[in-house]
C-alpha cells in the first residue's frame, strides 16, 4: 500500500481542500501517515494569499525536501494557492518538487499521485479549469470530530485593490442549495456540533445562482434539514448583511449569536482606495442594526493598517471607532504588496517602521477592549463545547463559548468539573482575562 504525508496551511478554507484530498487518497488505496519519513509521497497544500504565507509555504517545501533528500526514492508534492499563482515560475524556484498541482486540481490528486509514482506523470504543472467542490465527494475530517467547517462558494467578485484571491481562486462559485445540505447531514453523522460556514465572501452565496438564492434561503434549509446545534457564520461582507439574515438570526437560536464581519478599515478614503463597497457610515449602520437585532452578539472583524495613502488621521478615525464601537474580537494586520495587486502600484507607500508603530498602536488599544469586554461574562453561567484537555496544562479542560470561533478567538479554561471532547456543559464563568475566561462546570441539579 502507498503512503502519504500531508501537510496543511493555510485558512480553514485551503483546510477543506486538504480533507478532500484526504478523502481521495485514502478512498484510493493510499494510507496516510504521520512520520514523513515513512511516506512514499509528500504531500503539502500551500496558502499563496499574502507573502508571509508564500514564505511560508516555500520554507515548509524546502523542509520537506530535505527529508526527500535523506530518503531517496520519495516524491514531493505542492498543491494549492501558491502553484495557483506562480505557475510555470516554481520550476526554477523549487527543482526540488516533483510535481506542482494548483487549486482547482484537487479532484484528480489520487490520479495524480498514481501517474507520479508509476512513472507515467504527463506534466510537471498540473492547473486545470475550475472546480466546484461538491458532496459527493469523500473527505475525511481533520479537525477534532465535534466541530468542521462547511464551504458554501468558491472564488470572489470583489476585487479588493489588494487582494488576489479573484486571480487564485477565480470568479464567484456557489454550491446548490441540496448539495450543501447533504454535505452537513454527513458532517452531522460524523459527530459534528458546530459547523462554520465560509466563503471568501458568504454573503455572496447565492449571486451567480439567481435572486431567489440567498444565504438566508441556505440557512433556513440547513436548519430545517439538520440537527447541528451550533452555526457559526465566518468571513460577512460589510454591506451584504441584510435585515432578513438579521431577522433569521435573531429567530434561530442554533444561529450562534456570533459575526465575523471583516471591515479592513473605516477611513473613507482608504476603503475607497481599497475598491471596498462601502463607507464609514454604512459600517456604522451595521453595528447598530446587527446589535438591536441580537443584543448579545460578539462581533469579530479584521483591520488592516499601513494602506498606501493612510495618514495619522485615518489611524486616528480607525482608534477613534474601536472606542466607540468596541468590538469583541479584531484582528490586526499591516499592508503588504502584492505582486500584481492594483495597490502594488499605489502612490504613497507608508514604510515598515510606520505601519508596525501603528499596528502596535491599535493592538494595545484593542486589548484594553477586549479584556474590559469579557468581563460582561463574569458570573455567567453559558454553554461551553469541551476541546479537552487544556493546550496550556493536563490539569485543566479546555473549550469555548459560542462567542469564540475555533482556532481564532480565545478560549474557556476550566478548572473544575468533568467532561469529554466534544460535550455542551454549563460553565459559570469565574475569571476574565485579556483574550479568554475562566469558569467551573455547573454541576446538574
Given amino acids: 500500500m502507498s503512503t502519504f504525508h500531508l501537510v496543511s496551511l493555510g485558512c480553514p478554507k485551503n483546510l477543506v481542500d486538504s480533507e478532500v ?21 509528500l504531500l503539502i497544500n500551500t496558502c499563496g494569499f499574502i507573502q508571509a504565507a508564500v514564505e511560508e509555504a516555500v520554507e515548509e517545501i524546502l523542509e520537506l525536501a530535505t527529508i526527500k533528500e535523506k530518503y531517496p526514492g520519495k516524491y514531493l508534492v505542492v498543491t494549492g494557492c501558491l502553484v495557483q499563482r506562480y505557475g510555470d515560475k516554481l520550476l526554477l524556484e523549487l527543482p526540488e518538487v516533483d510535481l506542482f498541482v494548483g487549486t482547482e486540481g484537487v479532484k484528480d490528486i489520487a490520479n495524480l499521485l498514481q501517474e507520479l509514482t508509476s512513472g507515467q506523470a504527463r506534466e510537471k504543472v498540473y492547473c486545470p479549469d475550475r472546480f466546484l467542490m461538491d458532496a459527493s465527494l469523500p473527505r475525511t475530517i481533520s ?3 465535534f466541530r468542521s467547517s462547511l464551504k458554501i462558494t468558491e472564488g470572489c467578485n470583489n476585487r479588493c485593490s489588494y487582494c488576489m484571491i479573484p486571480s487564485i481562486r477565480g470568479p464567484l462559485r456557489s454550491r446548490p442549495v441540496q448539495d450543501l445540505c447533504q454535505e452537513l447531514g454527513q458532517l452531522e453523522k460524523l459527530g459534528v456540533k458546530e459547523i462554520s460556514l465560509i466563503a471568501q465572501d458568504l454573503t455572496a452565496y447565492g449571486d451567480d445562482l439567481g435572486p431567489d438564492i440567498t444565504l438566508p434561503v441556505l440557512l433556513r434549509q440547513l436548519l430545517k434539514q439538520t440537527t447541528v446545534p451550533w452555526i457559526r457564520l465566518m468571513y460577512l461582507y460589510p454591506s451584504g448583511v441584510t435585515d432578513e439574515l438579521l431577522d433569521l438570526m435573531q429567530a434561530e437560536s442554533r444561529l450562534l ?4 464581519i471583516p471591515f479592513q478599515h473605516v477611513s473613507d478614503a482608504i476603503l475607497k482606495r ?19 437585532a441580537v443584543p448579545d452578539i460578539a462581533l469579530r472583524t479584521t483591520m488592516m493598517v499601513g494602506f498606501p495613502g493612510e495618514t495619522e488621521g485615518d489611524i486616528q478615525q480607525l482608534e477613534s471607532f474601536l472606542k466607540e464601537y468596541q468590538i469583541d474580537h479584531v484582528g490586526l494586520f499591516t499592508y503588504t504588496n502584492e505582486e500584481g495587486s492594483a495597490s502594488e502600484h499605489f ?22 477592549i477586549s479584556s474590559e469586554k469579557l468581563q460582561k461574562y463574569v458570573g455567567q453561567v453559558l454553554p461551553v463545547l469541551v476541546e479537552g484537555l487544556s493546550r496550556e496544562t ?9 462567542y469564540q470561533a475555533p482556532d481564532i478567538d480565545g478560549c474557556v479554561y476550566i478548572t473544575d468539573g468533568i467532561a469529554n471532547p466534544g460535550d455542551i456543559v454549563q460553565v459559570r ?10 469558569g467551573e462546570i455547573v454541576k446538574e441539579g
Wanted: proline share 3%; glycine share 6%; net charge negative.
Fill in 21 to 41: 484530498m484526504l478523502g481521495l487518497l485514502q478512498q484510493a488505496g493510499w494510507q496516510l501517515t504521520e512520520d514523513p519519513g515513512q511516506a512514499d509521497v
Fill in 143 to 145: 479537525t477534532p470530530f
Fill in 257 to 260: 449569536p456570533y459575526m465575523d
Fill in 274 to 292: 481599497m475598491n471596498r463597497h462601502y463607507d464609514y457610515k454604512t459600517l456604522c449602520d451595521v453595528i447598530d442594526r446587527v446589535r438591536e
Fill in 347 to 368: 502612490e504613497d507607500q507608508c514604510s515598515e517602521e510606520v505601519k508596525q508603530g501603528r499596528l502596535q498602536s491599535v493592538m494595545e488599544l484593542q486589548a484594553e
Fill in 394 to 402: 493536563d490539569l485543566l479542560l479546555e473549550g469555548r463559548t459560542v
Fill in 429 to 438: 464563568i469565574t475569571e476574565a482575562q485579556i483574550y479568554d475566561l475562566v
